[in-house]
């Protein structure tokens, strides 16, 4: 699978290579500003120092020359030497392009037959020749006078300024990226059925209209949630009367096998009804507690005995949970179990790495692959399950929103028993 760069590293490293390539760019453009009078400076060095070393060498008596030479050497640490045939020589590199430069320059004022080397007979330097009468000389000037290499200090600063804009540079991708991390983390928990707190409403106007209007979109969905609850709530509440009164005049009815089925008919309008107001006051008004999960569980499965459900419960399992909507979880999927399985039902807790996993698993027909998260959606009844018209398809749909209020979930795989496993992860 490819991955992909979040945002901050693809701002920053964006932010870096616009301020190194403007540094590179800044130090091209210096360089090239400064080559032609860096060049003009060094052949003036080099021919104010060939003409004043001649000069003296011209005026000085014979006798007092090698005093005088000694005196450049030791003083100056300029070294005259007289040129020989057998000089090995080093010639001036191409580059830097200054001393190219510079050496048209200076043969321009000393004459076209100057010749340079940077090394001659294994001694480093700047070789200059110049010539007395037919004699020819080499004037040895010292490399660091002609370089200017950048003090150390000059790149401790440069150093310190590119760390300053690469601190700034993070700081900027940082400061866009925070609301969008904020945004992706509120439209999470708002997929997931909870009501993220409202964002703030500042920083840049874009980003500021962008977390007012998905607000608004939370608070909208809140009170529409709450309107669709109260509604099926009331209304659920109200089908109780007509069909508490229905009940009664069917058992008083003489006819036996209408009565039966009048009973049976309202009983199972009744579930429909209860399983309706289930998922209405599914909502967040229970206090989490410490509970003991494994009586909790061993509680609820004592109501299925009849059904001889298998245990594979973990003791001493505690969390801090709300009690009764996991109740009202497990006896859903058990009701599912006794409905749709095939007569066989295990049930399973344990503790594994901060979750407590709950599973009820049968020997039934299963749900297709295709078709489990669907059929976790609200009023969904699968077409294995409409022969049996007395659901209302909420009981996988009660068990996902109690494990989401739990900050969990619930998963739908294949049991090992040949049906279903529904496993609710708190």
Known sequence: MKQHLNLLSRAFLLIVVLIVLSLYASLT??????????????????????????????????EWRAALLEELAEAEGLQVQMAESSDVLEPLPDHPPELQMMATQVRAMLGADTRFATERNGIPALWV?????????????????????????????????????????????????????RLAFAAHQLGQGTVPQALPEDGAREIAAVSRAFNQMSSDLAANERERTLV???????????????????????????????????????????????YARLDESETCVATNVSALVQEVVQRYANHAPQLDVQTGVHAVLRPQLV???????????VKYGGGEIKVALKHDAGHVQLSVEDNGTGIPLAQRDYAKRPFIRLQEARSDSSGAGLGLAIVERVAKMHGGELRLTD???GGLLAMLVL
Do not use: C
Not at 42 to 53: F, I
Not at 232 to 249: E, F, K, Q, Y
């Open 327 to 337: 109740k009202r979880a497990l006896v859903n999927l058990l009701d599912n179990a």
């Open 29 to 62: 453009i210096f360089r090239h500003v400064q080559e032609k009078p860096r060049a003009q400076q060094m052949a003036q060095l080099v021919a104010t120092v060939v003409n004043l070393t001649r000069a003296a060498v011209l005026s000085s008596a014979p």
């Open 232 to 278: 099926l709530a009331g209304i659920s509440h109200d089908l109780r009367t007509p069909l508490t009164r229905v009940r009664l005049a069917a058992e008083m009815s003489g006819d036996a096998s209408l009565r039966e089925g009048l009973i049976a008919d309202v009983q199972q309008m009744d579930e429909v009804i209860q399983q309706f107001l289930d």
């Open 129 to 181: 020749s110049f010539f007395i009468g037919g004699e020819e000389f080499w004037i040895a000037v010292p490399s660091e006078r002609m370089q200017h290499p950048p003090s150390q200090q000059l790149l401790l600063w440069g150093g310190v300024v590119l760390l300053l804009a690469l601190l700034g540079a993070y700081l900027i991708a940082r400061q866009v990226v925070r609301p969008l991390q």
């Open 415 to 417: 049991s090992e028993m």
